[in-house]
């Protein structure tokens, strides 16, 4: 494996960021997606970020804007961009299950946020619809206030058994900037 630079194969790394912004934490939640946009994109990582269902996570999407990063949504028909930001498009390949096929082709690998219910039914029907497992693309996880708590519990007491090497495809970690770094040492 190549040292990463950024990305992966001579281009940047394509991650597809799912986050809910409409969770309990108000300021604490909302500097922790600032937090992520902003690291992500200082990194040189392309963002992708599914607009299904009216679930789409601006303050994600405006600090990566904002700080140079490129990002994708990809949204049902119908979407606006609430405002003009710099280095964002919008596609819109039309229902949610084209927009999850769409978003598990551009993704390098999936980075998971404290989500909502919404969300984790859009990242789980992407995951499928990309292959799930058998696609190799690793899903990391900010375990922040043990927002993935189970599901690590989960990969240790079953997954672990029946797939070896479990820590390329599922990374768990309370920190933003640990979890990236883990992920990239992965991409």
Known sequence: ????????????????????????????????LVQAGTLLAKKS??????AIEG??????????SSAGGKVVIVAEPGFALPRALPNVSVETPGDPAACQQRVAELADAYFLLPLGLKAVSNFHATWVRGG???????VAML?????????????????SHSLR??????IFSDSVEDLWNRLARRL
Do not use: W
């Open 1 to 32: 494996m190549a040292a990463h630079s950024g990305g992966t194969q001579g281009r940047n790394t394509v991650l597809a960021v799912f986050a809910s912004d409409k969770l309990p934490g108000g300021a604490a939640r909302a500097s922790l």
């Open 45 to 50: 990582v392309e963002i992708v970020v599914p």
């Open 55 to 64: 679930n789409v996570c601006m303050p994600l999407i405006a600090a990566a």
């Open 132 to 138: 799930g497992g058998k696609a190799g693309k690793t």
């Open 143 to 159: 375990n922040r206030d043990r927002a993935f708590e189970v599901m690590r519990g989960y990969v240790a007491d079953v997954v």
């Open 165 to 170: 090497n479990i820590e390329n495809y599922a």
